[in-house]
């Protein structure tokens, strides 16, 4: 695929455009090294900071050690890496060494970057939207399509044959790789269905990456045609599968209760109209033998005590919502026949 130029091209070239607003800078980083190798005895040798960093070493934002992903990689042109102690010399030794990668002309990366942040890099922006959420663990449905925000300055994109969606935003700060978390969400609460967004939000608030506050701040952002979305949010939801299930239920009319704790049963997915459990189940959580005799033993019990259950898998959840509710009613209508 060929580069495409400025912000009315993009069509031509496999990329939806949407604007946004500015960048907003990710916080002062704490540091963390890249320094191997031959790099190591350059580093080790040069003066330390008022702060007492060496020179020679290179900082990522909100990561105390290159063990868990940071909230945003850094981006340094070539001009900070001298700055900071280093040689053209030293910097090509890195590069090679895989200590460092070169993402597009002055343009470094740190070596452990993931694909998806590197690839945004390369095109010439920061990676957001659902590319960052799904980054981050944070549920999103669809995130094959790579979501970048670009500078309305932009020239040059470097697409390289990706299907690609093009946030354009305003400018601002390009040193980090990565929009903040905040700005991910209001992308995504715009370029996902009402449903997908809200099991979005879900995620993130039940992994503890935003609370009560940023939520607010998200919603501060989006237009007034969405407020009402906010309401519907639900930190208790352990899955995307969850959010999205409980959503359809109480769009369907149904009575439901999250998370409920039946003794003799345990902790159920749903409890809905009082009598049917409803058990969000997927590979990754009811997979193997074990688990699924644990499962059915389960709804045994609830069977004694009066309960129907109803385990849809997560798949039929995502893509085949009709057959999921046909079932719901035709188990509700069963009832009403049984117990007028």
Same mark, same amino acid.
């Given at each position: ?12 070239? &496999? ?6 607003? @500015? ?50 990689? &850094? ?29 597009? /002309? ?28 799904? &980054? ?39 040193? !980090? ?42 919603? /501060? @952002? ?13 930190? !208790? ?59 059915? /033993?389960?709804?045994?019990? !609830? ?38």
């Amino acid at each position: 695929m060929g580069a495409a130029h400025g912000p009315n091209r993009g069509s031509a070239f &496999r990329i939806s455009c949407i604007g946004h607003g @500015r960048w907003r800078h990710a916080s002062p980083p704490p540091q963390a090294r890249i320094s191997d190798g031959c790099a190591q005895s350059a580093v080790e040798a040069a003066p330390t900071t008022a702060r007492g960093a060496k020179l020679g070493t290179v900082t990522t934002a909100h990561v105390a050690s290159m063990e868990h992903a940071p909230a945003a990689w &850094r981006v340094w042109p070539r001009a900070a890496l001298y700055s900071e102690g280093w040689t053209w010399r030293l910097i090509d030794r890195a590069v090679t060494a895989g200590r460092l990668r070169r993402a597009r /002309r002055d343009a470094y990366l740190h070596g452990d970057v993931d694909a998806a942040t590197f690839a945004a890099c390369r095109i010439g922006g920061q990676l957001a939207c659902v590319s960052e959420l799904a &980054r981050r663990g944070v549920f999103v449905l669809e995130a094959n399509r790579l979501h970048v925000r670009v500078p309305e300055t932009a020239g040059r994109l470097r697409c390289e044959g990706r299907d690609v969606r093009i946030h354009w935003s305003g400018g601002g700060e390009r040193d !980090a790789a990565n929009v903040d978390l905040l700005d991910a969400l209001r992308d995504a609460m715009l370029c996902q269905q009402p449903l997908e967004a809200i099991a979005t939000l879900d995620s993130a608030l039940h992994l503890g990456l935003v609370d009560e506050a940023g939520l607010a701040e998200v919603f /501060r @952002r989006l237009p007034r045609r969405l407020q009402i979305l906010r309401r519907l949010t639900d930190a !208790a939801a352990e899955a995307g599968s969850e959010s999205i299930m409980r959503l359809l239920l109480r769009k369907a009319g149904c009575h439901v209760q999250s998370q409920v704790r039946i003794p003799g049963v345990g902790r159920v997915d749903f409890l809905v109209d009082g009598w049917l459990i409803i058990e969000c189940d997927s590979e990754a959580h009811h997979g193997g033998w074990e688990k699924q005799r644990r499962d059915k /033993r389960r709804d045994q019990v !609830a069977a004694s005590l009066g309960y129907a259950t109803y385990r849809p898998i997560a798949e039929d959840i995502f893509w085949h919502r009709d057959a999921v509710m046909a079932a719901v009613r035709g188990l509700c209508a069963m009832r009403a026949v049984v117990r007028p």
